[in-house]
């Protein structure tokens, strides 16, 4: 179990294979992370509310075909955020991808591919 921390809420990571976590919402308190790159590994997860980037949430490696159930543990938080995902270089340095918006309160899934990143 991974913590995560933010100025607006808390989340919760939760590793474990994709098929192992029924599809919720944000609305529900959580929503499910997938790394469906063919070889990439993500080495952070990071958002910005409007106050500035959050400090890396993962503890752990999130390696291809893996997911994570992120689970909101505070009440409060905007559920407009600024996304951005850090991936391990061939350096083993973290090269950060483009932020993206996303409504964590709308989010059921994100998916992390490896020319796209989305959410529905």
Do not use: H
Request: aromatic share 12%.
């Amino acid at each position: 179990m991974n913590y995560l921390k933010s100025a607006g809420c808390a989340l919760v990571l939760l590793m474990g294979s994709t098929a192992a976590f029924a599809q919720g919402t944000g609305s529900e308190g959580y929503f499910q992370i997938y790394n469906n790159t063919e070889g990439n590994v993500v080495v952070g997860f990071y958002t910005n509310d409007g106050s500035g980037w959050s400090d890396n949430w993962l503890s752990d490696i999130l390696q291809p075909g893996e997911s994570a159930r992120a689970e909101f543990t505070a009440d409060s938080g905007e559920c407009e955020q600024a996304f951005q995902v850090g991936w391990l270089g061939q350096d083993d340095s973290e090269v950060l991808d483009e932020p993206i918006g996303i409504d964590i309160c709308e989010a059921s899934n994100v998916y992390l591919d490896d020319n796209e990143i989305y959410y529905d």
